[in-house]
């Protein structure tokens, strides 16, 4: 016999459970973010009275980078899964969305069109982040090209394969979320009419997307090394 989900009551509000404390320290992260950027803009026009295309990159990056990368789970009443990432402006707000209509409480504390709106603003914020983690490596590569400037040139295009390489994998896996599922808004309404044919696909290239923007993390990490060793 299959086992029944336990009966809750409905919220008279659907914002609760764990948003409160993961809105609270993700808003805290964006504010320090932003405090920061604030910082190194004040450097640049103060002292170098110089923007460098590291800052632009970075500037994006902030704006577009979302805090909270969430996954709804419908089984057994489980709350969704939610989990701090990093911090930046319009992914923050689409999250807050996401949890003014039930992100972080419990499947069943949550009505359809709630659930479904939720999960709609969590799927946006997926887009968003896939894509920030490309511009905040383009922040990283500009800046290693700045400080190597033009010793050790043989080695920069290393730094634009990294780069190049990370956009056109986020650019292809963005195309496949967009249209595994047709129409677009089954993707996060399953009761619309269509079909999600390309579902597996797209997974697959994601594990490759995650995997090398974790190796180029990595890459660029020590790369400085191989460049600055024989310094005295």
């Known amino acids: 016999m ?3 989900p336990p009966a809750y009551e409905l919220p008279e509000h659907p914002y ?22 604030v910082l190194r803009t004040y450097t640049n026009v103060v002292i170098t009275k110089n923007f460098g ?15 909270l990368l969430s996954r709804a789970s419908t089984n057994n009443g ?13 992914g923050q707000v689409l999250q807050t969305l996401a949890a003014s209509y039930g992100l972080g409480n419990h499947v069943h504390l949550l009505t359809p069109p709630q659930l479904v709106a939720s999960l709609k603003w969590v799927w946006l ?3 968003v982040i896939l894509n920030a983690i490309g ?5 990283v ?14 080695k920069k295009w290393f730094i634009y394969f990294v780069g190049i390489s990370g956009i056109i994998i986020n650019i292809d896996q963005t195309i496949l979320m967009l249209t595994q599922c047709t129409p677009l808004a089954r993707q996060w309404d399953s009761s619309v009419p269509g079909s999600c044919n390309h579902v597996l696909r797209t997974a697959h290239v994601g594990y490759f997307q995650g ?3 974790a190796l180029s993390d990595i890459l660029l990490a020590v790369y400085p090394i191989f460049v600055f060793r024989k310094l005295k």
Not at 78 to 86: E, G, I, K, L
Not at 135 to 139: I, S, T, V
Request: glycine letters at 8%.
């Open 2 to 4: 299959a086992d029944t």
């Open 16 to 37: 609760g459970g764990r948003a409160p404390m993961t809105m609270g320290i993700s808003w805290t992260l964006t504010a320090i973010a932003m405090i920061l950027m």
């Open 53 to 67: 295309w590291d800052y632009h990159w970075a500037a994006i990056t902030l704006v577009s980078h979302e805090s």
């Open 78 to 90: 489980r709350a969704p899964n939610v989990r701090p990432q990093a911090t930046g402006i319009f």
């Open 125 to 127: 914020g997926q887009i």
């Open 135 to 139: 511009f905040g490596k383009l922040a």
């Open 141 to 154: 590569c500009a800046l290693l090209l700045h400080i190597q400037d033009r010793t050790q040139s043989k």
């Open 211 to 213: 995997s090398w923007a």
